[in-house]
């Protein structure tokens, strides 16, 4: 097998931890390096089982630092690199979206200079080289809610079953939130640097992700979380809003197909035409949960509470994923109540990784033994 050095940054978080450990997995040949900073959603726990393979390594590192992603990039002669490091929460994006700025654009932009002045000093130059940038469907914006009772696919709606239209690739950006705004920032230097320079690119736009590790800030964990502790479920609004659901393995799947088949400075939609309004999925949360606690049918129902809207809240979310479908064969591979009770059952069994997240317990440790390791 054909040797590669791949830096995955932002590794330590939700999706990062899986595309690592798919990496790791599956490609021995490869040198995979973990480039994080370790911000409150970067967890090294998330990787345990596979941090003792020998092609794995991890640095701890800011994308904004331009210098340090030069030497990091040099270093270790990078020719591939994955990038997720992001602030990904939009509610945390309101209270400051400075924080997301400075790492989801001029973080991806140090990291696309960094490697385009590497790379050029090549004598193969861009030959063999790839940045993989991961998107975000919200930078599409928002879609009508025209089927608001869910009617099914193939209805006098003609498209999803909350609606007829879906975020294609084609689709204009009109991101609402400082996080999509930000994340639609990042992609257009991506696509920027394809453009002006050549430079070596693949941006992918996947819909919600859930799974193992996710921090519970987001609704799905949220919500496991607090049915197992009996705790109010917030829903904002009257819980409408729809989301397009995918498992995050079925992400890093997508992400490994076109990172080594996907045509260079392309766009793909990632996405599992999986559509529920929000209040289903708490819902449905809750009949998972009670049962795989040995609790009575809905015993937890009363623990919904609908609470303030969040400000700009878009209504619905629908990715058109075919153009990846047509000419790679990627499909998902899970159902999503196959999923979500896989889910469910992970947040159970893991309780103690759940305990050290919520309490924080996590980032003194880790930062701890790094320092450790490096005295
Ligand atoms: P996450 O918040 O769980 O993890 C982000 C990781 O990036 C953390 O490990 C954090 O420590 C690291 N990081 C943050 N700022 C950094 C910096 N300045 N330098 C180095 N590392 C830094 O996020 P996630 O949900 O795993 O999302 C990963 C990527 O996928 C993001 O780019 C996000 O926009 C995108 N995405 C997420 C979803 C989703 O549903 N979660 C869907 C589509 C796309
Ligand atoms: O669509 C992809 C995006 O999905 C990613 O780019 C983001 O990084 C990721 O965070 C996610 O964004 P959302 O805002 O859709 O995810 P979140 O889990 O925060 O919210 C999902 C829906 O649930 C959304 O409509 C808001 C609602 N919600 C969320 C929380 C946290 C609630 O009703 N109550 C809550 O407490």
């Given at each position: ?62 994308i904004c ?20 490091a ?16 400075r790492t989801n654009?001029m973080g991806t932009?140090s990291l ?264």
């Amino acid at each position: 097998m054909e040797k590669r050095t791949i830096m995955v940054t932002g590794g330590a978080g939700f999706i990062g931890s899986s595309v690592v450990r798919h990496f790791v997995k599956k490609y021995p040949d490869y040198k995979i390096i973990n480039v994080d900073k370790l911000t409150y959603a970067g967890n090294l726990e998330n990787l345990k089982d596979i941090e003792h393979f020998p092609n794995y390594s991890f640095i701890k590192a800011d994308i904004c630092d331009f210098v340090d992603m030069c030497r990091i990039i040099e270093e270790n002669e990078v020719d591939g690199i994955i990038h997720l490091a992001a602030e990904s929460h939009v509610d945390r994006s309101i209270k400051d979206p400075f924080t997301f700025a400075r790492t989801n654009v001029m973080g991806t932009l140090s990291l696309l200079q960094a490697a385009r002045l590497y790379w050029e000093k090549s004598p193969s130059k861009y030959s063999g080289k790839l940045f993989y940038h991961v998107s975000t469907d919200e930078v599409y914006g928002a879609l009508e809610l025209s089927c608001p009772n869910g009617t099914g696919i193939s209805n006098e709606c003609g498209g999803g079953p909350y609606g007829r239209d879906f975020f294609t690739e084609k689709t204009a950006y009109m991101p609402h939130s400082p996080y999509s705004a930000s994340k639609a920032s990042g992609d257009h230097f991506v696509r920027s640097f394809h453009d002006t320079y050549g430079f070596p690119i693949i941006i992918s736009n996947c819909s919600n992700n859930y799974g193992p590790y996710q921090f519970p800030e987001k609704l799905i964990p949220l919500c496991i979380n607090n049915i197992r502790n009996k705790k109010p479920l917030p829903i904002y609004g009257t819980g409408e809003n729809v989301r397009d659901w995918l498992y995050v393995e079925d992400h890093s799947k997508a992400i490994d197909l076109l990172f080594h088949k996907g045509r260079v400075g392309q766009t793909y939609n990632i996405g599992g035409f999986n559509e529920w309004k929000n209040i289903d999925i708490v819902k449905l949360l809750i009949k998972i949960t009670d049962k795989l606690l040995g609790r009575q049918e809905n015993e937890d129902i009363g623990l919904i509470t609908f609470v303030k809207d969040r400000a700009g809240h878009d209504l619905r979310y629908a990715i058109d994923s075919s153009k990846l479908r047509d000419e790679l064969g990627w499909q998902p591979s899970l159902q999503f109540e196959e999923g979500l009770e896989k889910t469910v059952k992970w947040y159970i069994e893991n309780r103690k990784w759940l305990e050290n997240v919520t309490s924080g317990d996590y980032m003194n440790y880790y930062q701890d033994m790094y320092k450790l390791s490096l005295s």
